[in-house]
Nanobody, 126 residues
Framework: QVHLVESGGGLVQAGGSLRLSCTASGRAMIYYAMGWFRQAPGKAREFVATINWTGDSAIYGDSARGRFTISRDNVKNTVYLQMNSLKPQDTAVYYC???????????????????WGQGTQVTVSS
């Protein structure tokens, strides 16, 4: 079992940047493909980005593609989400997730993930 803790959220103006971090403890992160999801008030949770265990394959959701970058440092057991050109519609709680179901590929499907962090709030003001 892996325990996930997100950090790095906050309030930023539109056009700004934030970097989210998710640190894993317990079982080593190398056993997991990692993902970021987000949930805005009154909306369903949405896929943002995912990365395989080696970090050489990633998939992005439509809202993230071209603006966000997912990366990982397996030595630090941390996965990152660099978010640039932020928009008010990016406001949401961002969740980190881990799956050990074939960590060689990224996974964009929410139900694939059995391990979730508590979330970190990102608020983008206009």
């Amino acid at each position: 079992q892996v325990h996930l803790v997100e950090s790095g959220g906050g309030l930023v103006q539109a056009g700004g940047s934030l970097r989210l971090s998710c640190t894993a403890s317990g079982r080593a992160m190398i056993y997991y493909a990692m993902g970021w999801f987000r949930q805005a008030p009154g909306k369903a949770r949405e896929f943002v980005a995912t990365i395989n265990w080696t970090g050489d394959s990633a998939i992005y959701g439509d809202s993230a593609r071209g603006r966000f970058t997912i990366s990982r440092d397996n030595v630090k057991n941390t996965v990152y989400l660099q978010m640039n050109s932020l928009k008010p519609q990016d406001t949401a709680v961002y969740y980190c997730a881990a799956t050990d179901r074939d960590n060689t590929v990224p996974h964009r499907t929410e139900r694939t993930y059995a391990n979730w962090g508590q979330g970190t709030q990102v608020t983008v003001s206009s």
